[in-house]
T-cell receptor, first 113, second 113 residues
Framework: AQTVTQSQPEMSVQEAETVTLSCTYD???????LFWYKQPPSRQMILVIR??????QNATENRFSVNFQKAAKSFSLKISDSQLGDTAMYFC??????????FGTGTSLTVIP | DVKVTQSSRYLVKRTGEKVFLECVQD?????MFWYRQDPGLGLRLIYF???????EKGDIPEGYSVSREKKERFSLILESASTNQTSMYLC????????????FGPGTRLTVL
């Protein structure tokens, strides 16, 4: 089984600043995907960004980007120009050929006005 | 857009009751999943299904069963609810290609008294 570790239970950032959420994972698979999901308060979980393990280039989606370090098994999420709407629980996840997703314990991010 | 719906947002049941949580997706996805979400523990997989009438145990199947009679519907059953099953339950679906994202329902917050 894979494990995904998020070591920051809570974080805060000033509006318009940049914040980085950490994630490490452990897998013996060669092919896998990594994901960051966002769960706003009392709202549905949605995908923020996805990274294919075989791709060297870090994924980017507007203000969201990842720093994927395959050898270190690290997958951090950087949020630039933080907005109040970014306040949410963020989950790191991985998937593999076993048809399962593995989620971290989450990081609660608060954007301070 | 993919839509995953769950039968109830909030549910209160008594210890020993049989509880049914229903999940429906409208995008013809092969895979469907049931998770429970608890603070500090992240999302833990209870069961998943990759086809009609097929099911696989996840990490915490004890005390739960599932049913998938139709492709679009995946039910979670608590045979005899207990207080330690008080939690948020999330349903998700994804296409067969597991490298695709999972799409989540809004969740059911179950309280067992």
């Amino acid at each position: 089984a894979q494990t995904v570790t998020q070591s920051q239970p809570e974080m805060s950032v000033q509006e318009a600043e940049t914040v980085t959420l950490s994630c490490t994972y452990d897998t013996s698979e060669n092919n896998y995907y990594l994901f960051w999901y966002k769960q706003p308060p009392s709202r549905q979980m949605i995908l923020v960004i996805r990274q294919e393990a075989y791709k060297q280039q870090n994924a980017t989606e507007n203000r969201f980007s990842v720093n994927f370090q395959k050898a270190a098994k690290s997958f951090s999420l950087k949020i630039s120009d933080s907005q109040l709407g970014d306040t949410a629980m963020y989950f790191c996840a991985s998937s593999n050929t076993g048809n399962q997703f593995y989620f971290g314990t989450g990081t609660s991010l608060t954007v301070i006005p | 857009d993919v839509k995953v719906t769950q039968s109830s947002r909030y549910l209160v049941k008594r210890t020993g009751e049989k509880v049914f949580l229903e999940c429906v997706q409208d995008m013809d996805h092969e895979n469907m999943f049931w998770y429970r979400q608890d603070p500090g523990l992240g999302l833990r997989l209870i069961y998943f299904s990759y086809d009609v009438k097929m099911k696989e145990k996840g990490d915490i199947p004890e005390g739960y069963s599932v049913s998938r009679e139709k492709k679009e519907r995946f039910s979670l059953i608590l045979e005899s609810a207990s207080t330690n099953q008080t939690s948020m339950y999330l349903c998700a679906s994804s296409p067969y290609d597991l490298y695709n994202e999972q799409f989540f329902g809004p969740g059911t917050r179950l309280t067992v008294l």
